[in-house]
């Protein structure tokens, strides 16, 4: 609370960093429509992936939660986005550390970071090219 009682609500804003390399790469080896399709749908099963894995947490199905995370820092990597596939990993270390408090933590920034990517993933693609 602040000095007038109002409770004040923090709302952080992750930086998201980016490598816009693993892009341009996909560009250059595909060709222009061939790698836009490609990196369309690799930002779609993202997507779904971070989902899948949001309602397992919502759930609390951890049985195949570490193997999900995995291959979520895998597809971040793959597209360049740095930052998510760095939380992922922390994400990950705490789960198979069995912390709960850092996971939970670790959860909400994965999230803000996900959401961070996949607002600006169009955005991100084309100035990669």
């Known amino acids: 609370m602040d000095d007038?009682?109002?409770?004040?609500t923090l709302r952080p804003v992750e930086?998201?960093?980016q490598d816009g390399e693993a892009i341009a790469a996909i560009y250059r080896n595909l060709g222009t429509t061939t790698a836009e399709q490609m990196v369309t749908r690799a930002l779609g099963e993202l997507a779904l992936a971070m989902a899948?894995?949001?309602s397992q947490v919502k759930e609390r199905q951890l049985t195949d939660l570490a193997?999900?995370?995995?291959?979520?820092?895998?597809?971040?990597?793959?597209l360049g986005m740095i930052s998510l596939a760095q939380v992922a990993g922390n994400a990950l270390d705490c789960l198979e550390r069995s912390d709960?408090?850092?996971?939970?933590?670790?959860?909400a920034r994965l999230l803000r970071?996900?959401?961070r990517?996949?607002?600006?993933?169009k955005d991100f693609a084309d100035r990669s090219i």
């Open 4 to 8: 007038t009682g109002k409770i004040t």
């Open 15 to 17: 930086r998201v960093r």
């Open 52 to 54: 899948g894995i949001a």
């Open 67 to 78: 193997r999900q995370l995995r291959r979520l820092q895998r597809m971040a990597e793959n």
């Open 100 to 107: 709960s408090t850092a996971f939970s933590a670790v959860w």
């Open 113 to 115: 970071v996900a959401e």
């Open 117 to 121: 990517c996949l607002a600006i993933d």
